[in-house]
């Protein structure tokens, strides 16, 4: 994907198809209210079931271009060991303060997966990091190899004004849902992008499901959280802080 200065939101995830199966309809509908989205997987995916790791890239930039994703970027974070060290806080701290986004999207913070959940405080912690002034000029990281101190620290100090955390997968009541009613066939496309997963082959048969089951498990989903605002598709989001309104007449979702 070729580069982009900043970004107006950026996702986190880590493993590629992650960020497509949560909040890939979101990033497109925010792409076509013409915002700049980003992409930034923490692992390559070289232990998975299906595919190689140059599969996966390849679809990963597939998916990306039929979400109108203008950045995308796999870190070099080992598959099936996503762990919140310094050194990997800093690696996910040089990409906030290269993008500077106003809205971070992370996993939930419980997940089936340790990556998943991992790859959640990872990026929470990254991001209050990112925005340390000093942070690439202290004694304090003498552990990291110079030259990505020097990067880091090339790069102004920067936190994202909003987290939000893509909760499909959690059984949790979300704070927020997106309308992603005109965007769910795109979205289910993107996913598909990733043959090596999702293509029925005899690789982990017993893990997947055929793909002729995937567009109805992923639209029950996607109904049933729209179901909650009167829309027919809608993906879900958790946000730890309490909501503002300005206008209780504009409060959008009707009660009775």
Known sequence: M????????????????????TCGGTLLKMAERGHRTAILDLTQ??????????DRACEADEAARILKVSWRRALD???????????????????IRELRPRVLILPYWQARHPDHATASVLGYEAAF???LAKLGHTEATADIPPDSLQALASLSPHRP???????????VRPSFVVDISEQFETRF??????RSQYEDQSAGSGLFPRQAEI???LASMAAFYGLLAGVQYAE???????GLVADLVAIPVQSL
């Open 45 to 54: 995916g070289e232990m998975g079931t299906r595919g190689t790791v140059q």
């Open 189 to 194: 496309a993107a996913l598909i992008a990733y």
């Open 161 to 171: 004004f909003k987290v939000v955390y893509a909760s499909l997968y959690a059984d």
């Open 129 to 131: 990091l990112a925005g």
């Open 2 to 21: 070729p580069d982009a200065p900043h970004c107006d939101i950026l996702a986190i995830a880590a493993h590629r198809d992650d960020v497509e199966q």
């Open 236 to 242: 879900p989001f958790v946000q730890k802080e309490v």
């Open 215 to 217: 567009r109805e498990r």
């Open 77 to 95: 974070i080992p598959d099936g060991r996503v762990e919140n060290t310094f050194g990997n806080r800093l690696k996910v701290a040089s990409v």
